[in-house]
């Protein structure tokens, strides 16, 4: 069995695997151009506010592709009596470690930024000896910011594209905050500006959006992750909305002879389903083959449901599913 394939107790179809491949090339590749940048940036940091907070930006990016990459150890890994549902809620939790990281992070940025921006710090930027010649560091600012915003933008949309076929909000995470990284620039390069037209408060300014745009990931990353993590009510890759895979299980099950109403309970164990199937029935007896067969044919509706049980009961239960 291959490597790739292994996902807990299944494998996976093959768009999945083939996604799933080049999900983990996007991040390893992502790593190492990340990597450059950072290296690249810390030679023109300065003393540009706007430049470290792009730079601690630049490095904070790197959470979501490492938690990926370790999560991805994990869910691989079938179930246990230990851990009998596996080890799926690992890309949970690897998306709640990153999000309260940018938010911790980004949170103390803005309150560096402010305070510089209340004592009225007036940044310098100097000058830098270049095969002979003597020119601002400013403008070196501005070219490497420039330059570097052009992998962000290959690899975001490429991670955006994969993320719905594995149904994984970490990818989905990181292919938005690449996407979104050329407003980081745009912000450093105005500070560095500003700080060279004599607009001193341009740079903190611009540190301060930067900041606040980590903090808006750590928010809507940390948020997203507890909720799943809590058994939130499963949705879909980009948190939108309700996942419809539960109207399609409901409808499935009604549309069974045997089956007079049915609801489902369906939770996300980090790219993958956990659904509880609520029966009532048309006769008092219904044959253990009868639900080893419609608990089979829910499992053949999507790769994402690893975990079926169904349940006849007498009354639905009132915080289930009903497919609305």
Known sequence: MSRYHQFGRTDLPPEQTEALKKAVKWEWATIAYTIVTITLVAFVVGNSQAMRTAWIEDMLSLLPQISFLIALIFVRRP?????????????????????????????????????????AEHPTIGTVDLFGQTIWLGWLMVIVMTVIVIGPLVYGHAKAKLAPVLHNKILYADADMAKADWQTNAASVIGVLGVGLGVWWLDGAAALFISLSIIWDGIRNTRGAVADLMDHRARTYDDKHPHPLAREIVEHLRAQRWIADAAVRMRDQGQVFHVEAFIVLRKRRVSAAQIDEISESISEMDWKVQDVVVIPCARLPEEADAGA
């Open 79 to 119: 179930p246990t009596l230990k851990h009998p549902y596996g080890l799926r809620r690992a890309m949970g939790v690897g998306h709640v470690v990153a999000g309260a990281a940018l938010l911790a992070v980004g949170l103390n940025l803005a309150y560096e930024a402010i305070s510089g921006l209340i004592a």
